[in-house]
């Protein structure tokens, strides 16, 4: 039985995802509660290896999503379920919701394939909520101009991130209970407020 709490965040290339996680780990730690700050593609040395790849290499969709789903396994088994069984709340970056939203919405990769990927990586896992940063592509792509040079996922087309945030928004219909929406494209400090206060009934 695990006693920690599985969070996730979700979301289009610069959302602004991380500022946002910054300030819920803050807030976490202030209440003396143990937090393990995560990522995927990534948040284990081999996981860590497998992004470098992912996000610089040209390959096929069948080989992105195998990728995606080995920096998984290794991440579930050596850091998510060892912390979650230690009573801590992991803060992942991105999780599954991502494969479905980048590879089956914007790649149109066969969801039963990802299913399966799921099931076998994952077994019975599912994040406890999943924060889902909605923004419009075009007020995301202005923010990452600002911020740095794009890497492979984040030179894809407008319309690529339309049928992304479409997929983000269909899982977050289907598992409402699980899925905490906010509305990305408002101010810092004001997603803060909605994201701490929602924090509260998850305590
Ligand atoms: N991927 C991942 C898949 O395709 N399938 C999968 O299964 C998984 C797990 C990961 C890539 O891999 C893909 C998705 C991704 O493309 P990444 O570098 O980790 O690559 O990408 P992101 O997770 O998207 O991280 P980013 O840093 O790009 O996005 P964030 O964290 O959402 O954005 P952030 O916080 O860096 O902000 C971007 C800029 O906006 C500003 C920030 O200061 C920054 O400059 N900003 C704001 N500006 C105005 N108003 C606000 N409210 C702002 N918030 C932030």
Known sequence: ????????????????????IDALEFWLRERGLEVVRTR????????EKIRAMLLADDMCVAAETLL?????????ERVIVPALERGAWVLSDRFT???????????NFDPAKVEMLET????????????????????AAQRLARARAADR?????REFFRR????????????????????????????????????????
């Open 68 to 76: 995606f789903f080995a920096s998984r396994a290794e991440h579930i």
């Open 164 to 203: 992304v945030r479409e997929a983000y928004l269909d899982r977050a219909q289907r598992s409402a209970e699980r899925f905490f929406i906010v509305d990305a494209s408002r101010e810092p400090h004001s997603i803060t407020e909605a994201l701490l206060t929602e924090a509260q009934s998850w305590i």
């Open 153 to 157: 996922f984040e030179a894809e087309s």
């Open 40 to 47: 995927e593609p990534g948040g284990t040395p081999l996981g």
């Open 97 to 107: 919701d991502a494969t479905y939203a980048y590879q089956v919405g914007g790649k």
């Open 1 to 20: 039985m695990q006693k920690g709490k599985f969070i996730t965040f979700e979301g289009i290339d610069g959302a602004g995802k991380t500022t946002q």
């Open 120 to 139: 076998l990586v994952q077994g019975a896992l599912q994040p406890f909520k999943t924060v889902l940063f909605d923004i419009s592509p075009e007020i």
